[in-house]
């Protein structure tokens, strides 16, 4: 069983539209998760983090967390072509000795004209 | 740019060869890391160092040696690799909050990028 679970994609959606991207994880000890937006050759950067129940947004950004479901998602409103990327969902369990993060294979998404 | 860097951006090295990824960081961390990312793969972390001591050694073959002299540097040391290594290696940053016993921000756990070395195993 993967540890964090995301649909490859690619998700297309048209500019302007709101793009949803989804993630469950297994690890009911994950207690910070953490969306990364990477393009095609470059490294992973941080778009999100969350670690309360709930919602937090941040520009056109929305991240939702419900630890109940064990499920976190990213949503991206008025998306643009630049936000063609493939997103990382990444969870981290607090051990006291770094910070270990579980990644998903990432959701490949494309805004499309 | 993050803050983290690494050298080279790119490798080719031969099976029987001996090299050594760089990484830097200039962001005050105290936890370093190394991950493999391949194609259609997650993000497999490999090695992870706090306050330059090694906590995590993630199942990694010994033809990969990691290093950290101080706080702010890390290598990975590669030798006698084979084909199937060939990829994209990551160097992360971040603060370890609970072992530096800092006061805890959220913030402090997020783990921040170099741009990769990709490497390609003749």
């Known amino acids: 069983q993967k540890e964090v679970e995301q649909n490859s994609g690619p998700l297309s959606v048209p500019e302007g539209a709101i793009a949803s991207l989804n993630c469950t994880y297994s690890?009911?000890?994950?207690?910070?998760f953490f969306w990364y937006r990477q393009y095609s050759g470059k490294s992973p950067e941080l778009i999100m983090f969350?670690?309360?129940?709930g919602d937090k947004e941040d520009g056109r950004f929305t991240a939702q967390l419900n630890k109940a479901s064990q499920y976190v998602s990213l949503l991206i409103r008025d998306s643009q072509p630049s936000d063609s990327a493939t997103y990382l969902c990444a969870v981290n369990v607090l051990t006291g000795g770094g910070n270990k993060l579980t990644f998903g294979t990432g959701t490949q998404l494309k805004v499309e004209l | 740019e993050t803050g983290v860097t690494q050298t080279p951006r790119h490798l080719v090295m031969g099976m029987t060869n001996k090299k050594s990824l760089k990484c830097e960081q200039h962001?005050?961390?105290?936890?370093m890391y190394w991950y493999k990312q391949s194609a259609k793969k997650p993000l497999e972390l490999m090695f992870v160092?706090?306050?330059?001591?090694?906590?995590e050694n993630n199942s990694v073959p010994s033809r990969f040696s990691p290093e950290c002299p101080n706080s702010s540097h890390l290598f990975l040391h590669l030798h006698t690799l084979q084909p199937e290594d060939s990829a994209l290696y990551l160097c992360a940053s971040s603060q370890d909050w609970v072992r530096g016993l800092m006061h805890h921000v959220r913030d402090q756990e997020t783990q921040y990028f170099g741009p990769g070395t990709r490497l390609l195993v003749l």
């Open positions: 962001l005050g961390h105290n936890a």
């Open positions: 690890d009911r000890g994950s207690q910070s």
């Open positions: 969350i670690y309360s129940n």
């Open positions: 160092y706090s306050l330059e001591e090694r906590v």
